[in-house]
T-cell receptor
Framework: AQSVSQHNHHVILSEAASLELGCNYS??????LFWYVQYPGQHLQLLLK??????LVKGIKGFEAEFIKSKFSFNLRKPSVQWSDTAEYFC?????????????FGSGTQLTVLP | SQTIHQWPATLVQPVGSPLSLECTVE??????LYWYRQAAGRGLQLLFY??????ISSEVPQNLSASRPQDRQFILSSKKLLLSDSGFYLC???????????????FGPGTRLTVL
């Protein structure tokens, strides 16, 4: 069975600080990796995704994530956060069963950016 | 463009009452459909997924059931709600294209269910 671990449950940063949110997964096969974001009062949105190729992927709003296969990690980064980045962030990994693509999510990290 | 709708947005139900949550997708055909539950302070847990009309797979044993009467309609039901069914229920869809670029799932706005 696969699992996803997000070690930081709540991160508090000041504006312009750099961000790194950890995500580790356990899965014995080919992985697709995702970061989703849920802004206050909004629905879950895809931030970025990794399927293959360049392990450094760039997403919306200046976010990026690096897939390190040897560490089973897919950490999310942003060099300079803004107050509007306050949200809950979820890492997810997909496995396949037939034509379905089930996602396993981490427990989420609440990011609070102080103005 | 594709859109996904869920209703109701919020629901308060007594223990033992029935439940029906609906999800519909527009702008795509033959999608995979999913129901997730997000409990307070926890991540998302996959409850059911469907690859086609009438085809339902359950991920965890529970008090809930799902049905897919039409291609773009997915319903989450219960005959008798429990207190533990309270949570935030999310519907999602994805394509069936085997290409890696289409493995992403796209989520609806969710339904907040409170069982009293």
């Amino acid at each position: 069975a696969q699992s996803v671990s997000q070690h930081n449950h709540h991160v508090i940063l000041s504006e312009a600080a750099s961000l790194e949110l950890g995500c580790n997964y356990s899965y014995g096969g080919t992985v697709n990796l995702f970061w989703y974001v849920q802004y206050p009062g909004q629905h879950l949105q895809l931030l970025l995704k990794y399927f293959s190729g360049d392990p450094l992927v760039k997403g919306i709003k200046g976010f990026e994530a690096e897939f390190i296969k040897s560490k089973f990690s897919f950490n999310l980064r942003k060099p300079s956060v803004q107050w509007s980045d306050t949200a809950e962030y979820f890492c997810a990994v997909s496995r396949s069963s037939g034509s379905a693509r089930q996602l396993t999510f981490g427990s989420g990290t609440q990011l609070t950016v102080l103005p | 463009s594709q859109t996904i709708h869920q209703w109701p947005a919020t629901l308060v139900q007594p223990v033992g009452s029935p439940l029906s949550l609906e999800c519909t997708v527009e702008g795509t055909s033959n999608p995979n459909l999913y129901w997730y539950r997000q409990a307070a302070g926890r991540g998302l847990q996959l409850l059911f997924y469907s690859v086609g009309i009438g085809q339902i797979s359950s991920e965890v044993p529970q008090n809930l059931s799902a049905s897919r009467p039409q291609d773009r309609q997915f319903i989450l039901s219960s005959k008798k709600l429990l207190l533990s069914d309270s949570g935030f229920y999310l519907c999602a869809w994805s394509t069936k294209n085997s290409g890696g670029a289409n493995f992403a799932q796209f989520f609806g706005p969710g339904t907040r269910l409170t069982v009293l």
